[in-house]
């Protein structure tokens, strides 16, 4: 059974850093694409980043030299590392795997004087 399971959300003032991560389980993860999606209150749910397989990453422009996507195949694991933190960046985020189209839970980010 697939299981992607979120951490690392939580709140932060404007211009801080967070590091998300997402455990996944019951895929093969060194062959999935693996993406990160947020939805804000209010919102549709928006694509923030993705990583192919090769590593190759793709950004939404709003986060476009503050966010990192990454991957260790080795722990199964993505994370996204999020610098310079905006209160437009507050949302629930989603990790999700592109091969068996699984989404987690979700972590809250909540980016707030």
């Known amino acids: 059974q697939v299981q992607l399971v979120e951490s690392g959300g939580g709140l932060v003032q404007p211009g801080g850093s967070l590091r998300l991560s997402c455990a996944a389980s019951?895929?093969?993860?060194?062959?999935?694409?693996m993406g990160w999606y947020r939805r804000a209150p209010g919102k549709q749910r928006e694509f923030v980043a993705t990583?192919?397989?090769?590593?190759?990453?793709n950004y939404a422009e709003s986060v476009k030299g503050r966010f990192t996507i990454a991957r260790d195949n080795a722990k199964n694991t993505v994370y996204l590392q999020m610098n310079s933190l905006k209160p437009e960046d507050t949302a629930v985020y989603y990790c999700?795997?592109?091969?068996?189209?699984?989404w987690g839970q979700g972590t809250q980010v909540t980016v707030s004087s």
């Open positions: 990583i192919g397989v090769n590593g190759h990453t």
């Open positions: 019951g895929i093969i993860f060194s062959i999935t694409g």
């Open positions: 999700h795997d592109f091969k068996e189209g699984y």
